[in-house]
């Protein structure tokens, strides 16, 4: 700090430089490294997750109705420029479902959303787990826990009478019924 009043005093300008593996690759926004889902099925937002949350913290939970399609997008800011992010997906029991491969990021350190789709039977757990890698700090997250989808809503019953005419004419198109 004197150093920095003696230098102002003589009318000499102090420049600091971080070390160059610590410049920075991304900036506004991202600077730091996160990924985020956009809008699934019936809830409005964009629940995001940096890579300084816990690899095995909390999830953005969705409880979705069972055997109905739910669609949502995935991206990414702040990220390495020109590696692709990616979600490895697990039932509830652990097992490994499918990897929902983001787009990847230019040099601008952005992977655009990308739509994706996902179902699943009554008491089926869906877990997303991101791995990606920080744009600035160089941080590599793996299998971070995201979200979930919770398919714990029964869906509604078919229709019995799925005859399009609720009140259908016994006689047809007769004029005269006897």
Same mark, same amino acid.
């Given at each position: 700090?004197?150093?920095?009043?003696?230098?102002?005093?003589?009318?000499?300008?102090?420049?600091?430089?971080?070390?160059?593996?610590?410049?920075?690759?991304?900036?506004g926004w991202g600077e730091t490294?996160?990924?985020?889902?956009?809008?699934?099925?019936?809830?409005?937002?964009?629940?995001?997750? /940096?890579?300084?949350?816990?690899?095995?913290?909390?999830?953005?939970? /969705?409880?979705?109705?069972?055997?109905?399609?739910?669609? /949502?997008?995935?991206?990414?800011?702040?990220?390495?420029?020109?590696?692709?992010?990616?979600?490895?997906v697990f039932d509830q029991n652990?097992?490994?479902?499918?990897?929902?491969?983001?787009?990847?990021?230019?040099?601008?350190?952005?992977?655009?959303?990308?739509?994706?789709?996902?179902?699943?039977?009554?008491?089926?757990?869906?877990?997303?787990?991101?791995?990606?890698?920080?744009?600035?700090?160089?941080?590599?997250?793996?299998?971070?826990?995201?979200?979930?989808?919770? /398919?714990?809503?029964?869906?509604?019953?078919?229709?019995?009478?799925?005859?399009?005419?609720?009140?259908?004419?016994?006689?047809?198109?007769?004029?005269?019924?006897?």
């Open positions: 700090m004197l150093t920095a009043l003696i230098a102002a005093s003589l009318g000499l300008v102090a420049v600091s430089t971080a070390p160059a593996s610590a410049g920075t690759v991304c900036s490294g996160h990924v985020y889902v956009i809008d699934p099925t019936f809830y409005a937002g964009t629940f995001v997750k /940096f890579e300084t949350d816990a690899v095995d913290g909390p999830t953005f939970d /969705f409880s979705v109705q069972a055997d109905t399609v739910i669609s /949502f997008q995935l991206g990414g800011n702040g990220l390495t420029p020109y590696e692709t992010p990616y979600w490895q652990g097992a490994y479902i499918t990897t929902a491969t983001a787009n990847r990021t230019g040099g601008n350190c952005v992977s655009n959303q990308k739509f994706f789709t996902d179902s699943g039977s009554l008491g089926t757990v869906h877990t997303y787990r991101a791995v990606y890698r920080g744009g600035n700090s160089g941080t590599a997250v793996f299998q971070q826990a995201h979200f979930r989808f919770i /398919f714990d809503r029964v869906p509604p019953n078919p229709d019995p009478n799925p005859d399009p005419d609720p009140n259908p004419d016994p006689c047809g198109r007769l004029l005269i019924c006897l």
